[in-house]
């Protein structure tokens, strides 16, 4: 039954793309799928500021029946269309001579997140399947932790030396990279805790700086997996991606509107138990 299952669903994707074999209304119902699914990453990422991407991951594994390193570059693809998208809006919503006071904020931590992206999207491209499942199960658990830390408890600024700080921000950096590689994500919700533990910036110039740190952050990964076989699998499903980005750019913005309507002490620990129910998942996925 599982198996039957999954071979179903899995001909979504199919439909989305196949250029022939397909009746119009599968291929519009498959669409429809595929956009009102992104819908909802984005309403849930844009209800606490993020664009979606560590709930598209299990999404794209459960739902959809990608292997694990499809999906994670999959889900980079969309993660750059969607922050290519918020950053020229973030960057009109925040006035621009505000943000690059604090651009060395954003160099500090490049320096590490370029060398990680690179280097997690060269253990993803090596790495066994299961292994890859494992891996990706441990960082779901991981997003929740931070997701929960940074949205219920409160950040008070580390006091630090500047040299330490610094040093600080590149380890960090590197870690963060390796983690947005491995899962196809922005990184958003591991940069903007650390730029306001470490720098104690305000949230919202956190959120910039995030952005601008994602960007190219994902650009080296996206360079490094294009290297790899695997990442044939993006021709071979770019309808998809591009329905799916639009799902999630549009349930951003709708995200974002729905700002206030339910408090986030309601609604964070709910997105938690999401992602920690997705890691079960996926560490199960065969």
Request: cysteine-free; overall charge positive; aromatic content about 6%.
């Amino acid at each position: 039954m599982r198996s039957l299952r999954h071979r179903t669903v899995r001909r979504v994707s199919e439909v989305v793309d196949e250029p022939t074999g397909s009746t119009a209304t599968a291929r519009r119902g498959a669409l429809l799928l595929v956009f009102a699914s992104g819908a909802v990453i984005g309403v849930l990422g844009g209800r606490i500021g993020l664009g979606g991407a560590e709930f598209r991951l299990p999404l794209l594994i459960g739902l959809f029946g990608f292997a694990a390193l499809h999906a994670v570059i999959l889900n980079k693809a969309m993660s750059l269309i969607v922050v290519l998208t918020a950053l020229p809006a973030r960057l009109l919503a925040l006035p621009y001579s505000e943000v690059s006071q604090h651009a060395t904020i954003a160099v500090n931590l490049l320096a590490g997140s370029l060398v990680g992206a690179w280097l997690g999207a060269s253990w993803a491209t090596k790495m066994h399947s299961r292994t890859l499942y494992r891996v990706l199960a441990g960082l779901l658990v991981l997003i929740a932790a931070a997701l929960a830390v940074s949205h219920l408890g409160h950040l008070d600024t580390v006091e630090l030396p500047t040299s330490a700080r610094v040093i600080t921000a590149v380890i960090a950096g590197v870690g963060i990279g390796i983690v947005a590689a491995l899962m196809g994500v922005a990184g958003g919700e591991l940069l903007i805790p650390t730029i306001v533990l470490l720098f104690g910036v305000d949230i919202k110039v956190a959120g910039s700086l995030s952005l601008m740190v994602s960007l190219p952050t994902m650009l080296v990964a996206f360079a490094r997996y294009s290297r790899d076989d695997s990442f044939q699998i993006l021709g071979a499903n770019t309808r998809f991606v591009f329905v799916m980005a639009a799902g999630s750019i549009a349930g951003t913005v709708v995200g974002g509107l729905l700002l206030g309507v339910v408090p986030s002490a309601a609604l964070i620990p709910i997105l938690t138990a999401l992602l920690l129910i997705s890691s079960v998942k996926v560490w199960r996925h065969q």
